[in-house]
């Protein structure tokens, strides 16, 4: 039996030497990648000649997509440069670099250049001409994004690991992968032994250093990948049963506390955590200050909020510091304490807004913070410093600085998308009996968030006392509103709108275990929502997806597919859940096609699909949005009706 499997192996192994063999060699007639062993630091240059490609004569600008990289600072489409018959693009490699894979495509990527119908093109990162740690990992990962269709991705991946663990045979997140992987091909004998050979690996890892934080992620990360979720709290308290006084050791401890629902309860301990407090643990207590204002600030004890304040604001150079800091400001805004502190914390906040994170950011122990490329990083910065502004006009006015309040108040409205601010502003016109200047604001804050009742409800007030009180007139107000907001949607649609079919081999099912047929998506207008029981971001987004819906539920042009991903989650887990939460009664159903996710590209979830009447996928949404989704998802229903008269 084992010469067998040894054979089929071999076999396996040069059949895929085979394979990429042909598009190696193919690759270097179109592509070339310089140089051939980049290590970190080095600038690499992709050239690409359309001549001896299909790419139609003419054509271009070409672009590098990287579909699997951890180059985060960089963007995921980077433009190539035309240099004679060629096209280039020039960049230099992260210090954290390791593998990546990438094609080559036009604007639209109706032409797509890959190294083969199975493979992309790959870059590999080395230092002193040897594979660094990381690339044979990497290249496992990359599999099912590369063949999407192959009957071979576990094999594959499998394969990668094997060579990743051949060159570093402590590679602790390799060791974990092919131990998942092989649990898949095996029976439940075999696989409580993996389990219990991948639990030896991760508890190695948390006796190899116990108190650095960084050393915890990864434990804790060694436990999700073996699907042990529920071992996370429990290493988190052998750290606080073992080390109950150093950094650490407090730090999980007052996570702990604060999940205690009595607040009042949680404040003594705090204060008996405290008299631990010592040179080497100081630093875990900033999260324990933070409670402590924030406790204060709610019941109304200025004096003791103020002696918290200043322990809050003297973070270390964490660039979320600036998050916690807008929070501050609006905390006591709302509750009307400190004003002039919450003035000069948020003036401090405006100077510094440039670096305000508004992208997203990862933290590393080798590497520290990484602020990952994001093309509309300036509007979204505009919009922070706008809402920076409203916030200080308000407090102005809380100041009784009329004046000032409304200087700030016009330097931020023009450009301010904060429905809840802007109908903070207008409060405040009305409040100086100012409904002339109250009523603009209002509009412009239904245009921003026109499913929330409470602004539909002021600015219809405040139409009605001007003098418009007929309700019909009002009616048609609203409608032209809505119209106006929709079309501000629409035109940033004709950027982003696709054209892929969605695949014809469905293998999907309802709670009733009754297979969702495509003829039942035919002639509809489709949104597909990818979710699973684990992740709390899809559950977030499930009572604004549910507004959508109910206004869509009897439109016979609409249909929507609630579809558990099937990552992690058996049917069952999607019918508990679904049971469990009778306040979302749009239709679920469970993917029983583990490679959908790949055909679709889909990496992550949330993701929300919305298709046309033609089956064609047009839009593509990915990630939490909160209220945003309301208007977002709405406005490309009624947009894809329109495309369709």
Not at 71 to 89: A, D, I, T
Not at 134 to 156: A, C, E, W
Not at 271 to 284: F, M, R
Not at 319 to 325: E, F, H, N, V
């Amino acid at each position: 039996m084992i010469k067998l499997y040894k054979q089929a192996s071999l076999q396996f192994r040069r059949a895929l030497l085979l394979l990429l063999l042909p598009a190696t060699l193919g690759a270097q007639a179109q592509v070339s990648i310089l140089p051939e062993k980049a290590a970190a630091g080095d600038t690499v240059t992709i050239s690409f000649d359309p001549v001896k490609s299909t790419a139609a004569p003419g054509a271009g600008p070409f672009f590098v997509d990287f579909n699997y990289s951890n180059f985060y600072e960089f963007p995921s489409r980077m433009p190539m440069q035309r240099e004679g018959g060629l096209w280039r693009v020039r960049f230099k490699l992260p210090p954290y670099a390791n593998f990546s894979c990438f094609t080559i495509a036009d604007k639209d990527k109706k032409f797509v250049q890959r190294a083969s119908d199975s493979s992309q093109y790959e870059i590999y990162v080395y230092k002193q001409g040897k594979l660094i740690a990381g690339n044979f990992l990497g290249k496992s990962y990359s599999v099912p994004v590369q063949d999407k269709t192959s009957d071979r991705i576990v094999d594959k991946q499998e394969y990668y690991l094997k060579k990743e663990l051949s060159l570093y045979p402590d590679n602790y997140e390799a060791q974990l992968r092919l131990i998942v992987l092989e649990m898949k091909k095996s029976n439940p004998a075999q696989q409580a032994r993996l389990l219990k050979k991948g639990l030896a690996v991760v508890e190695k890892k948390f006796r190899s250093n116990p108190l650095f934080e960084g050393n915890l992620n990864k434990v804790t990360m060694g436990y999700l990948i073996l699907g042990q979720n529920q071992k996370v709290d429990s290493i988190r308290q052998v750290v606080i049963d073992e080390f109950p006084n150093k950094k650490i050791g407090i730090a999980y401890r007052l996570n702990k506390l604060f999940r205690e629902p009595d607040s009042t309860a949680v404040v003594a301990k705090i204060g008996q955590l405290l008299a631990l407090k010592t040179a080497d643990n100081e630093a875990a207590y900033g999260s324990a200050y933070d409670y402590l204002f924030t406790y204060y600030v709610r019941h109304g004890d200025s004096v003791q909020a103020k002696k918290y304040l200043p322990l809050i604001t003297r973070w270390e150079q964490d660039p979320y510091k600036w998050r916690a800091y807008n929070q501050y400001v609006q905390l006591l805004l709302d509750h009307k304490l400190l004003l002039n502190d919450a003035s000069k914390l948020n003036l401090y906040l405006l100077d510094s807004v440039a670096a305000y994170p508004v992208s997203l950011i990862r933290y590393f122990p080798e590497t520290g913070y990484l602020v990952a490329h994001d093309p509309a990083k300036a509007d979204k910065i505009a919009a922070v410093k706008a809402e920076l502004m409203a916030n200080q006009g308000l407090i102005a006015a809380q100041l009784n600085h009329t004046e000032v309040a409304q200087d700030w108040f016009a330097k931020s409205i023009p450009t301010l998308k904060s429905a809840a601010l802007l109908r903070a502003i207008a409060l405040q016109y009305q409040a100086w009996n100012e409904p002339e200047r109250a009523i603009p604001v209002l509009e412009a804050a239904y245009r921003y968030a026109p499913f929330d009742p409470q602004i539909r409800q002021l600015l219809d007030s405040a139409l009605d006392k001007k003098g418009m009180g007929n309700a019909a007139e009002r009616q048609a107000y609203f409608r032209q509103l809505d119209k106006q907001w929709k079309q501000g949607y629409y035109a940033e649609f004709q950027k982003i709108i696709g054209s892929t079919p969605l695949p014809e081999d469905l293998s999907i099912v309802d709670m009733d275990k009754k297979p969702l047929l495509k003829a039942e998506l035919a002639g509809k207008i489709v949104v597909i929502d990818f979710w699973a029981t684990w992740c709390k971001p899809c559950i977030a987004s499930f009572p604004y997806l549910h507004q959508v819906y109910k206004k869509y539920a009897d439109d016979p042009q609409v249909k929507f597919v609630v579809l558990n991903s099937g990552s992690g989650n058996s049917w069952d887990d999607a019918y508990k859940w679904a049971q469990a939460n009778p306040e979302f009664d749009f239709p679920f159903y469970y993917n029983q096609d583990k490679k959908l996710s790949s055909k679709l590209e889909i990496t992550s979830i949330p993701t929300t699909l919305i298709l046309d009447k033609k089956g064609n996928i047009r839009f593509r949404k990915v990630g939490f949005e909160g209220e945003k989704l309301l208007q977002s998802l709405d406005a490309m229903i009624e947009y894809l009706k329109e495309l369709d008269r």
